[in-house]
Each structure stands twice: as structure tokens, then as C-alpha cells.
């Protein structure tokens, strides 16, 4: 975003970018980060562990997917390019998902030490920031969609597809699961001039539209 010489050594360049400052003192051969203490970075999405609230993970944008453990207070890359969604197990604090934008999913079974892609049986990419949900009672359970709902039984070991297109091939941005009624689930699809919510009824393999009512805005979540 910005770009500077030094007024009188032309080997010294300095860059701002949306990871802040960098410098170089031998004309761009070499940079180095004068981030030491200043927060600059953009979340997409953060959350805290239900076991600590001080260990906190969450997705940005063009800085990795950032996890900062509990009890410290240094923030460290753990998922490589644009975050995205990140999602705590309530039931055991080892599983940890994250993600690489379009749908590219990541599960830590070491608490967030390490993480590896979990996407086997998903077909098609997500929209940038892709919706993963946790069922609220089957930890084991959990969601993603593209332009159709996938489901996981094993921790995103595996996916399978539980519905058809929602609306053509228009990608899905936000998923929610009711805490009181988890058969019921709200969709959200990414178009730009039509409000287009989905409702099912029977855990995510039919859906109704649900549009009655709102106006034509761009919409970037769905909640029960």
C-alpha cells in the first residue's frame, strides 16, 4: 500500500502493506519486518477455546490464519495465506479447525501445534470465506458447504455431500445450526443483488427459501 526510498541512501526502501511495516537496506535484496509491536492485521473471523479463554485462533486476510496459545502474548501463523473461519471443539480441546480461503479445511489434533487439510470428498471450492459449523450436541459432526451442503461424522476425516445446489452454482457464505432444534439449519448464498436465506428442516438434505420480506442488500451472515 505504500512505498518509500530514503531521502539520501537509496539502498534503504521502506514498505506498508497490510502487514505493516518492512524495510530493506540493500535496495529490495532483503526485507526485514519492523512489526515488533504493531497490530495491524485484519481478522475475517476469530474465536476463543471454550477450555481457556485466553487461547484465542482466528483467520486474516492475507496474514495467515493467527493463533495466539493460552497464556501468551505473542500470535503465531499457523495456517499459511488468507484465513478464514476457525472453529473450537467443545469436547476436546486437541481438535482445532481453521482453514485457507475457498474451502481449503485444516483440523489440529495437537491443540493447534500443527495442522493438516481435511477435504477429502469435497468436490467443488467455497466461496472466499467458507462457512464451518460444529453440530452443538455431536462434536464429531460438522458442516461446509460450496454451492451444496457437506457433512463430516469423523472430524472432516472425510465429507459427504447431504443436499443439491441451493441456487445454482451461486457458492454459500454463512451456515448456522439451531442450539435448541439441531435438525434445523440457515444458509446463506453469495449473491451480490438478491438476498437469497435457505431453511432446513431435517439437518441440512432439504432446503426451503426464505427471502419474504428482505431487502436487496448484499447479506454476509445468518444466525438462529
Known amino acids: 500500500h505504500a512505498f518509500a526510498f530514503h531521502p539520501s541512501n537509496p539502498e534503504i526502501i521502506f514498505i506498508g502493506n497490510d502487514g505493516g511495516i518492512n524495510k530493506s537496506t540493500n535496495g529490495g535484496s532483503t526485507f526485514t519486518s519492523l512489526n515488533t509491536n504493531i497490530s495491524v492485521t485484519q481478522f475475517y473471523h476469530a474465536t476463543a477455546s471454550p477450555f481457556d479463554a485466553s487461547h ?25 495465506g488468507d484465513g478464514g473461519i476457525c472453529v473450537f471443539d467443545y469436547s476436546n480441546p486437541n481438535y482445532i479447525y481453521g482453514e485457507y480461503v475457498n474451502g481449503n479445511i485444516y483440523r489440529s489434533s495437537d491443540g493447534g501445534n500443527s495442522f493438516y487439510k481435511i477435504t477429502t470428498g469435497i468436490e467443488e471450492s467455497g466461496a472466499w470465506i467458507t462457512p464451518i459449523i460444529i453440530h452443538p450436541t455431536i462434536p464429531t459432526t460438522l458442516y461446509t458447504a460450496t454451492h451444496r451442503i457437506y457433512i463430516t461424522t469423523n472430524r472432516g476425516t472425510s465429507w459427504s455431500p447431504i443436499s443439491s445446489s441451493l441456487q445454482g452454482t451461486t457458492r454459500i457464505n454463512s451456515l448456522d445450526i439451531s442450539k435448541i432444534d439441531p435438525n434445523k439449519l440457515l444458509a446463506l448464498t453469495e449473491h451480490f443483488s438478491t438476498p437469497s436465506v435457505f431453511l432446513s428442516n431435517d439437518g441440512g438434505y432439504n432446503w426451503s427459501q426464505i427471502n419474504n420480506g428482505l431487502p436487496a442488500r448484499y447479506m454476509t451472515r445468518v444466525r438462529f
Not at 56 to 80: E, L
Open 56 to 80: 484465542i485462533i482466528g483467520g486474516t486476510q492475507d496474514n495467515a490464519t493467527q493463533r495466539r496459545p493460552a497464556g501468551s502474548s505473542t500470535w503465531v501463523g499457523v495456517i499459511g
